[in-house]
C-alpha cells in the first residue's frame, strides 16, 4: 500500500500542476467508503457550462496498476502536442 501512496501522491501533484499550467479545469476526490480516487480533467474551464472535453478517472486506491495508468495519462497532458509547420498546424 506504500507504493500505491506514492503514487496517489504524485497523481495529486501533477494535478496541481497542470490546474496551474493549463487551461483545463481538474477536479481530484477520495471516498473513503469505497475507497475510490477520482479525477476528472475538462478541456473547458467554464464547469457550469462545460462544451469542452471532459475526461474522468474512478479507480481503487488498492489497483497499483490502475494508478500507474492514471498517472501516466496525466503525464501525456503535461506535455501537449506543440504545432508543427510540417504536419501543417
Known amino acids: 500500500m506504500e507504493e500505491n501512496l506514492k503514487i ?8 496541481i500542476k497542470l490546474d496551474q499550467s493549463q487551461n483545463l479545469a481538474i477536479e481530484a476526490e477520495y471516498h473513503s467508503a469505497s475507497s475510490k480516487l477520482t479525477i476528472s480533467v475538462c478541456s473547458d474551464r467554464n464547469t457550469t457550462f462545460n462544451d469542452g472535453l471532459t475526461r474522468k478517472w474512478w479507480v481503487s486506491v488498492k489497483n497499483k496498476e490502475l494508478l500507474e495508468t492514471v498517472l501516466k495519462e496525466l503525464k501525456s497532458l503535461e506535455n501537449p502536442i506543440e504545432d508543427d509547420d510540417f504536419l501543417g498546424n
Do not use: D, F, N, V
Not at 8 to 15: F, G, P, S, V, W
Open 8 to 15: 496517489i501522491q504524485e497523481i495529486l501533484i501533477l494535478t
